[in-house]
C-alpha cells in the first residue's frame, strides 16, 4: 500500500494550506521517503473519518493510520530507524516538542493574524463558510477584524520571531549545521504562510529569511517548487 498523506487543498488541489502538512512533508523528505498526498478540505469529513477524528495531516503508513504531526514523526523515526534521524542526539526529542509547541502556540497565531483573509480566499467555495464560521468562533471576531491592523500584526510578528532570530544569526538551523524535525515544525509556519498569501512576512537580509531560503533549497527544492500564492519571493 506504500504511504498516504491526506494534505488539506486549496480550490486548487495542488495549493497544500496546513502548516502541520508542511511539517509532515518534510519529515517524509528528510527521512528519503515517498508518500502519496491526497487532497482534502475542511468539509471532506467523511473522507479520513476512518482516521477517527476529522482533522488532517492523516498519514497511512501501509495499514498503520497515523494522526497528528507530531504523532507522525515520532512514528517515522520508530518504523524507519536506518533513515536520517528526524532527532538527532540525546535530548532532541524533548527539545523539538518544546520548539513544537512554541510553532504551534506563539508563532501560529501570530502569522494567522496576517494571513486570515487571504487564507479564506483561496479556499475551495465548499469550505469558506465553514472556515468563516468555525475561524471566528474561535477568535472572537470577524476575519476582516481580526487582520484589519496589519501594521500592529506585522510588529507582533516581529516580535514572535525575536528568539528564532537571535538563534539563526548564530547557526544555520534551529537543529545546528543541518536541518532536523525542530527546524520543520517552524518551516511548517512559513510554507503554509508562503502558499496561501503573497504578503512578505520577512525582510532579505533577516537570518530567519536566509534559514527560509536554506530550506526551500533542500531536498531538490521540494519546497520552493511547491504551488504558491507567494510567486514575488520564488
Same mark, same amino acid.
Given at each position: 500500500?506504500?504511504?498516504?498523506?491526506?494534505?488539506?487543498?486549496?480550490?486548487?488541489?495542488?495549493?497544500?494550506?496546513?502548516?502541520?502538512?508542511?511539517?509532515?512533508?518534510?519529515?517524509?523528505?528528510?527521512?528519503?521517503?515517498?508518500?502519496?498526498?491526497?487532497?482534502?478540505?475542511?468539509?471532506?469529513?467523511?473522507?479520513?473519518?476512518?482516521?477517527?477524528?476529522?482533522?488532517?495531516?492523516?498519514?497511512?503508513?501501509?495499514?498503520?493510520?497515523?494522526?497528528?504531526?507530531?504523532?507522525?514523526?515520532?512514528?517515522?523515526?520508530?518504523?524507519?530507524?536506518?533513515? /536520517?534521524?528526524?532527532?538527532?542526539?540525546?535530548?532532541?526529542?524533548? !527539545? =523539538?516538542?518544546?520548539?513544537? #509547541?512554541? *510553532? $504551534?502556540?506563539?508563532?501560529?497565531?501570530?502569522?494567522?493574524?496576517?494571513?486570515?483573509?487571504?487564507?479564506?480566499?483561496?479556499?475551495?467555495?465548499?469550505?469558506?463558510?465553514?472556515?468563516?464560521?468555525?475561524?471566528?468562533?474561535?477568535?472572537?471576531?470577524?476575519?476582516?477584524?481580526?487582520?484589519?491592523?496589519?501594521?500592529?500584526?506585522?510588529?507582533?510578528?516581529?516580535?514572535?520571531?525575536? /528568539?528564532?532570530?537571535?538563534?539563526?544569526?548564530?547557526?544555520?538551523? !534551529? =537543529?545546528?549545521?543541518?536541518? #532536523?524535525? *525542530? $527546524?520543520?515544525?517552524?518551516?511548517?509556519?512559513?510554507?503554509?504562510?508562503?502558499?496561501?498569501?503573497?504578503?512578505?512576512?520577512?525582510?532579505?537580509?533577516?537570518?530567519?529569511?536566509?534559514?527560509?531560503?536554506?530550506?526551500?533549497?533542500?531536498f531538490d527544492g521540494l519546497a520552493r517548487s511547491a504551488p504558491c500564492l507567494d510567486t514575488e519571493?520564488?
Amino acid at each position: 500500500m506504500g504511504i498516504i498523506l491526506y494534505e488539506l487543498a486549496g480550490a486548487d488541489p495542488a495549493l497544500r494550506l496546513s502548516p502541520h502538512c508542511w511539517k509532515v512533508r518534510m519529515a517524509l523528505a528528510h527521512k528519503g521517503l515517498e508518500a502519496q498526498g491526497l487532497p482534502w478540505r475542511f468539509t471532506e469529513k467523511q473522507a479520513i473519518a476512518f482516521s477517527g477524528q476529522g482533522r488532517v495531516p492523516v498519514l497511512i503508513d501501509d495499514e498503520e493510520v497515523i494522526c497528528d504531526s507530531w504523532n507522525i514523526a515520532l512514528h517515522l523515526e520508530a518504523r524507519y530507524p536506518d533513515a /536520517p534521524a528526524l532527532f538527532p542526539g540525546e535530548g532532541a526529542i524533548a !527539545l =523539538s516538542h518544546f520548539v513544537n #509547541a512554541w *510553532a $504551534d502556540s506563539a508563532l501560529l497565531p501570530a502569522i494567522l493574524r496576517v494571513i486570515l483573509l487571504d487564507i479564506y480566499d483561496c479556499l475551495d467555495p465548499v469550505d469558506r463558510e465553514y472556515f468563516r464560521a468555525s475561524r471566528e468562533q474561535r477568535l472572537g471576531q470577524s476575519l476582516e477584524a481580526v487582520v484589519a491592523d496589519r501594521p500592529s500584526n506585522l510588529s507582533a510578528l516581529e516580535r514572535t520571531l525575536m /528568539p528564532l532570530r537571535q538563534v539563526l544569526a548564530e547557526q544555520d538551523f !534551529l =537543529s545546528g549545521g543541518a536541518p #532536523a524535525y *525542530a $527546524d520543520y515544525c517552524v518551516f511548517g509556519m512559513f510554507m503554509w504562510a508562503r502558499c496561501s498569501s503573497a504578503t512578505p512576512l520577512l525582510d532579505k537580509g533577516d537570518p530567519v529569511s536566509l534559514w527560509r531560503e536554506r530550506l526551500l533549497d533542500r531536498f531538490d527544492g521540494l519546497a520552493r517548487s511547491a504551488p504558491c500564492l507567494d510567486t514575488e519571493h520564488p
